[in-house]
């Protein structure tokens, strides 16, 4: 009897694990479905899906003002077709037709009502009203479809980055991007920060999700904890981590549902902590040296999750990032300045970028060659958008086939 209590187990697991695809692992860790994916994926070396080149919108080059845009952050598809650019460094939205004809522009840079100051993210709901993430002025603003002023949600000390639109009103949002280092007299948590918050429509704390993982070190827990978020239709939150080879996906209770990994050309390793060294009231700080796996996540109608891949690391005269001076007055404003630079700055084209494409229960389906920069991937509806941020400025439109 002891023998077959013993054996039992193994057949069945055995047996489980015979169900996965060709290339694939799945198993439950702590009751959470975990899919290790391996090769090309269950469309092997032919894609099931096509992408059909559709408009452009921006170009570093041009001479109109209207899609001259600098560090664009997101796009918005209102319920007409209309498009919406968030023009960060421009401190606007840009309106346009479905066919990319300019209609307007929304907002200007300052602090007041309808006015935003280097705006992280941009969404749009079903009655056209438009919801701003405006970190630097720490609140979302709400204007109504015509780009007036309708309400501003404020309280929101740490700013949030990614904002996405919820069931039943809700807000789903993101820590920032770029975030500043505490001074040494500034008390600091105790626990590492969800990586989702939701809030009701006023900007009340609802629930938190999404666990990071302690690295024990300041500047490893907030780089190495980056990710990317989108939410769909129905309210699921997916999570890619831009240093960390794993994607997630979640109810809208903020259960995890599953995450997945796949193979990567190279080494997820930590290669250097950085460091942040504290003179009085001046802080300087080097970076962690990661590589990047991930550059943008989205989730079209029929549930297929679409990552943004880097086939390898950016070579040093590929590269392109942002300098950030901060000057801090007396009575405790901010001046924040962004700039451009980098090597590659006059870069279109590389080899470094893929689209995979995975399931609704994180196997990876096959991935799609790129020959662009990418810094976001947006869906709406069969409308796939691709995000040149530094480079190019644009947004490139795709349609799905498949």
Known sequence: MSRTRFLSPLVIFVALAALAPAGQKVETVDGVRVVHNSGPGAWGKAPQVALEPGLTLGDVDTADENLAFYMPS?????????LY????GNHRIQKFGPDGKYLATYGRQGQG???????????????????VSDPNNQRIQVLTPDGKDHKTIKGLEQGVGALFLGKGGELLTGAPRMRFFAGPDEEKSAALPKLVNVRDADGKPVRQFGEPVDFDHELLNTSANDVIMTVDGGGQVYLAFTVQNRIEKYAPDGRLLWRADRE?????????????????????VRGP???RCAAGIAVDDKGRVWVVTMTRQLKREEQVGTAISMTQGAGGGRTIGYKV???GQELRTTDAYKLEVFGAEGALLGSLPLDIFVDGIFIHG??????DKYRGTQFREYRIKG
Do not use: C, H
Not at 264 to 284: A, H, Q
């Open 382 to 387: 069969d409308r796939l958008f691709l995000l």
């Open 264 to 284: 990567l050309p190279y080494s997820m390793e930590i290669k250097d902590k950085g460091e942040i060294k504290r003179d009085g009231n001046s802080v300087s």
């Open 113 to 131: 009502p309808g006015e935003f100051y280097y705006p992280a993210w941009l969404a749009v709901d079903a009655g056209g009203f438009l919801y």
């Open 74 to 82: 997101a796009i918005a598809v209102g319920a007409a077709g209309d």
């Open 289 to 291: 040296q990661l590589n």
């Open 85 to 88: 650019v968030l023009d960060t």
């Open 341 to 343: 630079q980098g090597e």
